[in-house]
């Protein structure tokens, strides 16, 4: 019964193309909004959704509050109408938070906050505030076609990644980490017990070729890489969810026994499971924008989070969602 709970892709409902007119992605061309976010590819599509539903201080349901750039697209983005120059697309998490620090830097105002699938990884100062809103999964995923194990343990996954198992099934094993900036590049390597700069030799991103989210980067049948479970689902979902369908031949593996969705969600009981959160500039706490946007559990992104066109994204709710306890400097 666990073998078949295993999630496994099926041709697209929609291609990339017939999705181009109405995908959630950046703003269209010309249109400017209160709040401009940029950063991780894991709550890149969701925060899209969820912008729709957030409404500006005017109070308009046609004035959207939030402008989310996505993670890949043109080379570079400009987010407001006048006194912004266009700036380079951050793609992930670590990238998204180096913009708004270099923005902050700059007194631009041209960045309000990153989405980040990873806490902050300096803590000397308290300049940033991670301001969680989603319960994110992270297993790993192989090829459908493909003769390794789509149940591990997490210690076979460690394994793997320490280049301490090499073969499994007779097949050679190439395990892939995200792009450098990625955030869910830091997250699996900490789960894996790595650090960046010293990395076994079997661990690749290809040269940064390998996008997270992505299964189209599984291209040998020996491939193995980190997913976050609400990506899969929200591509899976694409008829739904106006996303692009990027999971190729990629299928998401068991962990410990545990299946990775439940009910056509994450399973809040995976092993591995980390919350999602939108950085701010600590100073601006206090703004109203950021509070109606961001802060409390009655503010829009917590309140929208809940509602059903969102739970197709595949995300649990972040028990804390809302709060402003987390603080660092990057």
Same mark, same amino acid.
């Given at each position: 019964?666990?073998?078949?709970?295993?999630?496994?892709?099926?041709?697209?409902?929609?291609?990339?193309?017939?999705?181009?007119?109405?995908?959630?992605?950046?703003?269209?061309?010309?249109?400017?909004?209160?709040?401009?976010?940029?950063?991780?590819?894991?709550?890149?599509?969701?925060?899209?959704?969820?912008?729709?539903?957030?409404?500006?201080?005017?109070?308009?349901?046609?004035?959207?509050?939030?402008?989310?750039?996505?993670?890949?697209?043109?080379?570079?983005?400009?987010?407001?109408?006048?006194?912004?120059?266009?700036?380079?697309?951050?793609?992930?998490?670590?990238?998204?938070?180096?913009?708004?620090?270099?923005?902050?830097?700059?007194?631009?105002?041209?960045?309000?906050?990153?989405?980040?699938?990873?806490?902050?990884?300096?803590?000397?100062?308290?300049?940033?505030?991670? =301001?969680?809103?989603?319960?994110?999964? /992270?297993?790993?995923?192989? &090829?459908?076609? #493909?003769?390794?194990? *789509? +149940?591990?343990?997490?210690?076979?996954?460690?394994?793997?990644?320490?280049?301490?198992?090499?073969?499994?099934?007779?097949?050679?094993?190439?395990?892939?980490?995200?792009?450098?900036?990625?955030?869910?590049?830091?997250?699996?390597?900490?789960?894996?017990?790595?650090?960046?700069?010293?990395?076994?030799?079997?661990?690749?991103?290809?040269?940064?070729?390998?996008?997270?989210?992505?299964?189209?980067?599984?291209?040998?049948?020996?491939?193995?890489?980190?997913?976050?479970?609400?990506?899969?689902?929200?591509?899976?979902?694409?008829?739904?969810?106006?996303?692009?369908?990027?999971?190729?031949?990629?299928?998401?593996?068991?962990?410990?026994?545990?299946?990775?969705?439940?009910?056509?969600?994450?399973?809040?009981?995976?092993? =591995?499971?980390?919350?999602?959160?939108? /950085?701010?500039?600590?100073? &601006?706490?206090? #703004?109203?924008?950021? *509070? +109606?946007?961001?802060?409390?559990?009655?503010?829009?992104?917590?309140?929208?989070?809940?509602?059903?066109?969102?739970?197709?994204?595949?995300?649990?709710?972040?028990?804390?969602?809302?709060?402003?306890?987390?603080?660092?400097?990057?």
């Amino acid at each position: 019964m666990r073998r078949a709970a295993v999630i496994v892709a099926g041709t697209a409902l929609l291609g990339a193309t017939a999705l181009s007119n109405t995908a959630l992605a950046d703003p269209a061309k010309g249109e400017y909004r209160q709040l401009v976010g940029v950063g991780s590819d894991t709550t890149q599509d969701v925060t899209n959704k969820l912008g729709r539903l957030s409404v500006d201080s005017n109070g308009s349901p046609d004035k959207q509050l939030i402008a989310s750039y996505d993670a890949t697209g043109t080379a570079t983005i400009k987010t407001r109408k006048t006194g912004c120059a266009d700036i380079a697309r951050p793609n992930g998490s670590s990238a998204g938070i180096t913009a708004l620090i270099n923005d902050i830097a700059a007194k631009a105002k041209c960045v309000d906050f990153a989405r980040s699938s990873r806490g902050p990884q300096d803590t000397t100062t308290m300049d940033l505030t991670w =301001i969680p809103f989603a319960k994110d999964g /992270v297993t790993f995923a192989v &090829r459908s076609d #493909s003769a390794l194990p *789509k +149940s591990l343990t997490k210690t076979q996954l460690i394994k793997i990644y320490n280049c301490q198992t090499r073969k499994l099934n007779g097949v050679t094993i190439t395990p892939l980490i995200p792009q450098a900036g990625s955030g869910t590049r830091s997250f699996w390597l900490k789960q894996m017990g790595l650090v960046e700069g010293s990395l076994p030799s079997c661990v690749t991103d290809r040269g940064g070729a390998v996008e997270e989210h992505d299964g189209r980067a599984l291209t040998g049948k020996g491939d193995i890489m980190p997913f976050s479970i609400p990506q899969y689902i929200s591509q899976q979902n694409t008829a739904k969810t106006k996303v692009t369908d990027r999971r190729g031949k990629a299928v998401l593996g068991e962990l410990d026994g545990h299946v990775p969705t439940f009910n056509g969600s994450l399973n809040l009981k995976f092993p =591995i499971t980390r919350d999602v959160y939108n /950085v701010v500039k600590t100073s &601006r706490l206090t #703004s109203t924008v950021i *509070k +109606s946007a961001f802060i409390g559990k009655n503010s829009q992104i917590c309140v929208n989070v809940l509602k059903a066109e969102v739970r197709e994204f595949g995300f649990g709710k972040a028990a804390n969602c809302g709060t402003t306890v987390l603080k660092g400097k990057s």
